[in-house]
């Protein structure tokens, strides 16, 4: 994109996909990093969602592209990428809580926007029940990786989530966001229903941002 004075700006958006997903997203990173000789880290705003909020949570920490790769084939010397690896959720939720997760979120969509494609997704993922999974190494990460530090060390990197009773999307590190720390946003971007259960950030439930869109990229502008 470009600014108000001509120079070119780039920004990068990462979707949602899971522990799956992260390997088709490391493997793009290296395929744009290896095309356009490009540093992804030095984008000038990066937005990610779900599993992308897990990767920008490693670049805008300063991990590097071939770091990922390295940890995606077990290779990585890493300490903190490898105990990261070897602690991720296994291929099946855990049995979720007896309870649904947003009904009333639910119904307002369906019938607000009926029909809409992505609204039956936002829908749906109201009216399932509230997970079980523990995000304790999404925790670990962010911890790990930024020691004493509230956010990464990248200026403008934003998780993307979805508030449990709105529907409304925030984009956690941004200007107009509540204020949470990376460990909370990224739990919350990571929040799949079902899965995991909502994070409570300033008084509200947030769930995975995929629930309102795969990847946000409009947010960038």
Known sequence: MSN???SQRRGLAIGCGGTVGMAWI????AAVQDVLD?????????IGTSAGAEALTMLGSGIGVDDLVAMQRGTTTNPILDAHMRSEPGRFPPLPRPRLGAPGRALRELL???GNGHALLTAGSGLLPLGGGNPAWLQALAERLNPGRD???HPATWLVSMDNASGERVAFG?????????????????AVPG???????AGRHYIDGGAASTASVDLLL
Do not use: E, H, K, Y
Not at 38 to 46: E, I, K, S
């Open 151 to 153: 956010w990464v060390q």
């Open 4 to 6: 108000r004075n001509g």
């Open 195 to 201: 899965w995991f259960p909502a994070v409570p950030i």
């Open 174 to 190: 941004s200007p107009s966001a509540p204020d949470a720390n990376l460990g909370a946003a990224l739990r919350a971007s990571w």
């Open 38 to 46: 490009w540093d992804p880290r030095t984008a000038d705003v990066m």
């Open 112 to 114: 607000a926007r009926p």
């Open 26 to 29: 490391v493997a793009a990173l």
